[in-house]
């Protein structure tokens, strides 16, 4: 159990194109899903958390205009990284879980934007 | 400011010995702990956690001791096997919101 899968695993655009990247929980209801990014040989920075039916809490020095995050149903949460710029090609990663404040997060495998 | 540390970035360890990863944290309102464990390109893999009212928990192989007066974790393997060679990420946080994660530990382990 516990599965979150992201779709697409690797993706490669034009700069100044527009890229959506889907995060799923297979399995269970995912009241919260959190969107990390990582640099290579970094630790993961979370970006944003969201909430099914609210606005996500993005952290401190992203950009919500930038990075668009829409957690729609309980299954399912979008990043859109808008008018992409080379300085964004990154691994992001998303993860979920349900309501209980212990419960862990589940982590999707992630996806590879480049921006050419 | 890196809240959650993790100052090995690599260990090797030969096969059926004790893996010892070491974590350390600034922030004394963290009151959950995880272990990941990550492959290249994938997302990480939840191992093992622990809350705050606990100095231990073990999952078979895995153990995970917590010392809030050191602010300090660490994840034993015993008996390693070539399959944990990975990067381990340690994760702390209030509740399993807004978890912050160490660096990374690269284990390596020696057949």
């Known amino acids: 159990g516990a599965v979150v899968s992201q779709h697409p695993s690797r993706v490669i655009c034009k700069s100044g194109t527009s890229v959506k990247i889907e995060c799923r929980s297979l399995?269970?209801?995912?009241?919260?899903m959190f969107w990390y990014r990582q640099f290579p040989k970094q630790s993961l920075m979370l970006m944003a958390t969201?909430?099914?039916?609210?606005?996500?809490?993005?952290e401190q020095g992203v950009e919500k205009d930038k990075f668009l995050i829409n957690h729609a149903s309980l299954t399912l949460s979008t990043l859109t990284v808008t008018s992409a710029h080379p300085e964004d090609s990154s691994f992001y990663i998303c993860?979920?879980?349900?309501?209980?404040?212990?419960?862990?997060?589940?982590f999707g495998p992630g996806t590879r934007l480049t921006v050419l | 400011d890196q809240q959650v540390k993790q100052n090995s970035p690599s260990l090797s360890v030969q096969e059926g010995r004790i893996s010892i990863l070491n974590c350390d944290y600034t922030n004394s309102m963290f009151d959950y702990f995880l272990w990941y464990k990550k492959y290249p390109a994938e997302g990480p893999t939840f191992l093992i956690s622990?809350?705050?009212?606990?100095d231990k928990n073990e999952d078979g192989r895995f153990t995970v001791f917590l010392n809030k007066s050191a602010k300090h974790l660490s994840l034993h393997i015993v008996p390693s096997q070539p399959g944990d060679s990975a990067v381990y990420f340690c994760a702390a946080g209030t509740g399993a919101n807004n978890l912050f994660f160490g660096t990374g530990t690269r284990l390596t382990v020696i057949p």
């Open positions: 969201s909430n099914e039916g609210s606005k996500a809490t993005y």
């Open positions: 622990i809350s705050s009212i606990k």
């Open positions: 399995d269970f209801q995912a009241t919260t």
């Open positions: 993860s979920a879980k349900t309501g209980k404040s212990t419960d862990t997060q589940y």
